[in-house]
Every structure is written in C-alpha cells, then in structure tokens.
C-alpha cells in the first residue's frame, strides 16, 4: 500500500491518496495479517491494527483485480468516513474498502462512487474466491448513517456493498 497504519491513526482531511503512474495494491492498509521474521513470511493473527478517519480529500484510482481492497484494506482496526470521496478503486473483492473479520466500519458522510470488484471465480465469494462488494466488501461490522455509494460494479454480488460472514476454508 501507499500508507500503512499499524497501531496508530491516520486522518485524512485534504489531499488526494492516488498511485500517479505507479502501481499499487492498496491505497493505504490498515493492520496486516502478515508479518515478517527472519525473511519468512506468515501469517500473524494478532498483529496490531489500526483507525482510520476520513474528513476530506481523495482515494482514487488504487488497486489490482488480483488484490482485495484497492483503495482501502483493514486486516483490524476501525474506518470512520465522514467526508471526502473513494473513487476509481478495482479490487478483488472490495474494489474501494475491504474489511476483514473483527473490523468496523462507520460510514456518515462522503461519497464511495465507480468503484470496481473486477475478478469473477464461479464458486464466488463463499470460496473466498470472491469478487463481491463493488464499493464496499466486509467480514466485520458496518453502520452506514449517512453519505453516497453509487455506481459501484462488481462481476460477482454486491455492486455496491457486499457483506459476509468470517470464513475459514478447510
């Protein structure tokens, strides 16, 4: 990601959060699920996470079809979006935002438009295989009280919002 919050806060007021002729996964992560020991990478359960609150400015154009979460990814941690707007993001599953389990989100304000979950698995998003939640895709928590998600597309369900159950494949 272009910014990673990891045990802190992370306010943007202003500004734009965009990749300007670079490629990249994700805007900004919240929390990861990895960590890195001894050049070994692995998956971390209880790694630190993060808050993000968004008053103003952009996310636009972050993100890979192969990845999910193109202009936000929270692994743990809390989104606050009061104001600004997450445009232009392709993702996997969550083309804007993607949340995993034991997240919040808390949308009041702002707009979440032309968004894209892009990839498409037959099995769907049951198989974690996804590409759900065009503007939006999560396993966590979620009040919308406020604000404007349109126009948001996905090949698979939930073109503007997708949410899920904590999944585990076996």
């Known amino acids: ?24 996964n994700h805007g900004i992560v919240i929390g990861t ?23 103003g400015g952009s996310i636009t154009g972050n993100g890979s079809p192969d990845e999910d979460g193109g202009g936000v990814y929270v692994h743990k941690g809390i989104v606050n979006i009061k104001g600004g707007s997450l445009e232009g993001n392709t993702g996997n599953n969550g083309g804007c ?24 698995d037959s099995r ?15 396993r966590g928590s979620m009040v919308l009280s406020g604000g404007k998600i349109s126009g948001n597309t996905a090949k698979g369900g939930g073109g503007g919002i997708y949410v899920d159950t904590d999944f585990k494949k076996y």
């Open 33 to 55: 699920d990895r960590t890195t020991e001894n050049n070994y990478n692995y998956k971390d359960p209880n790694s630190a996470g993060g808050t993000f609150n968004m008053t």
């Open 124 to 138: 769907g998003a049951f198989f974690g295989e996804g590409s759900g939640g065009g503007g939006i895709f999560t």
């Open 97 to 120: 935002i993607y949340a995993c389990a034991g997240t919040t989100i808390n949308i009041s304000g702002g707009i979440i438009s032309g968004n894209k979950s892009e990839k498409y």
């Open 1 to 24: 990601g272009l910014i990673y919050v990891g045990g802190g806060t992370l306010t943007l007021e202003g500004g734009s959060i965009s990749p300007e002729g670079h490629s990249n």
